[in-house]
């Protein structure tokens, strides 16, 4: 499916460069000039961080511009785990995930959004007690808080908490979020639009989601070139809400320099779209080259 999905969006970037027109004008139009992002800060590469830790990060994040940040609280590593493969939060792994988020909140004061990523990874009775425990903190959302399977545990979840609960990175194709739209219920969806299908079935799934009154915030840990393939989507559709955006995008050399694009990556927390043709955004060989993996064949 990633496979399809990725030739799917190269067929959108060349079509619009074969007629001249940018891709969010082949989706039929733009409701608006730029995407609103959050930052996923570079936190989760560190080992057991502290509250402290999470309210620099979020700190950093809104210095340079940004509205909204995202943390993940799942954690393999945490010593307070008493299993390495029941995924049951202890009282004290528990205690752990609130005063993380609890000291971004105090941080970055009451608006600036806040994302919660679980990775679908703990057990219904965690997720469950997580969204509970979550609601003084006034999140955007918690992602994932179960696996992304049962839709009945998605629906358990969502009505026993007014935490918005979302969900959608690793569901499929539009046919694929009809339950988790329709029976779940859930509150935002976040399709990946590097793997659900393409640009045009992310569209469709927006439209779809529009049905029921969700918001349209995708899931998106590509380069920049997936990213603005994305906001081409987003910007044509109405109920698009925020997109995800790696920090390090930003601040690795590396992902600039293995493409071209006229614009800066991102303006105060937004991505503005380019009228150049296609996906507007152009491959640099060199620069991938650069980064290639060593012994692996360039596909160039
Ligand atoms: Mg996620």
């Known amino acids: 499916m990633a496979v399809l999905t990725a030739v799917e969006a190269a067929l959108w970037d060349l079509t619009g460069k074969a007629l001249g027109l940018p891709v969010y004008q082949l989706l039929g139009g733009k409701y608006r000039d730029k995407c609103r992002v959050y930052c996923d800060t570079e936190l989760y590469t560190a080992t057991n961080p502290v509250p402290d830790d999470y309210a620099k ?20 590593r ?30 970055v004061g009451p608006n600036i959004d806040i994302c919660v990523d679980m990775h679908g990874r703990y057990d219904a009775t965690t997720g469950r007690r997580v969204a509970k425990m979550m609601e003084p903190l006034n999140l955007m959302w918690l992602e994932e808080p179960v696996p992304a399977d049962n839709i009945d545990v998605y629906k358990t979840i969502t009505q026993e908490t007014s935490t918005p609960i979302c969900a959608g990175e690793n569901f499929y194709l539009a046919y694929g979020y009809t339950r988790l739209l329709s029976e779940a219920g859930i509150d935002i969806v976040m399709p990946d639009l590097q793997k659900c299908g393409g640009l045009g079935e ?30 081409h989507v ?29 614009k800066p990556f991102i303006e105060k927390g937004f991505l503005v779209l380019s009228d150049k043709p296609g ?14 993996m060593p012994g692996v064949p360039f596909f160039a």
């Open 234 to 262: 987003c910007a044509s559709v109405p109920n698009f809400h925020i997109l995800e955006w790696q920090t390090l995008s930003d601040t690795e050399p590396k992902w600039k320099e293995i493409v071209q694009y006229d």
């Open 57 to 76: 990060a979020a700190r950093g994040a809104v210095n340079r511009g940004y509205t909204a940040v995202k943390f993940d609280i799942d954690d393999a």
């Open 279 to 292: 996906v507007g955004v152009e491959i640099n060989e060199e620069g991938l080259k650069k980064y290639a």
């Open 78 to 107: 945490d010593p307070n785990k008493f299993d390495r493969y029941n995924w049951t939060a202890s009282n004290a792994e528990l205690d752990r995930m609130y005063n993380a988020i609890a000291a971004v909140r105090k941080e």
């Open 202 to 231: 992310g569209q469709r799934i927006a439209n779809l989601a529009n049905l029921y009154y969700v918001p349209f915030s995708p899931h998106m840990v590509g380069s920049f070139l997936g990213a603005m393939a994305t906001a």
